[in-house]
């Protein structure tokens, strides 16, 4: 059993920044990818980005490439999502993930999935 919770999330002006963090708990053996996702209102849940246990790999959603990072903290129960240059569209509910896998950018491949957390841009 896996649990995950984000955190960070808010209102900002467009080109200001955001840090999303997520908090993942639970007795495990595997090692789990983790990942961000963002569904806005009415439209499909969109990659964002992921990271492997070990943080050697990241990938990159194509509107996230150049703006946002994705990174691991020490305690690797921790994964933070950096967001920069923000933008009207960027807002959505964003969720953070976990898969005992390698990094996908498909959302159906990943097992456990935290409650969200809004982010809304502002021109």
């Known amino acids: 059993q896996v649990q995950l919770v984000e955190s960070g999330g808010g209102s900002v002006q467009a080109g200001g920044s955001l840090r999303l963090s997520c908090a993942a708990s639970?007795?495990?053996?595997?090692?789990?990818?983790m990942g961000w996702f963002r569904q806005a209102p009415g439209k499909e849940r969109e990659f964002v980005a992921a990271?492997?246990?070990?943080?050697?790999?990241?990938y990159y959603g194509d509107t996230a490439k150049g703006r946002f990072t994705i990174s691991r903290g020490n305690a690797k129960n921790t994964v933070y999502l950096q967001m920069n240059s923000l933008k009207v569209e960027d807002t959505a509910v964003y969720y953070c993930?976990?898969?005992?896998?390698?990094?996908?950018?498909?959302?159906?491949?990943?097992?456990?999935w935290g409650q969200g957390t809004q982010v809304t841009v502002s021109s």
């Open positions: 993930a976990a898969d005992p896998g390698i990094p996908s950018r498909r959302a159906d491949e990943y097992g456990y």
């Open positions: 990271i492997s246990w070990s943080g050697g790999l990241t």
């Open positions: 639970g007795r495990t053996f595997s090692r789990f990818t």
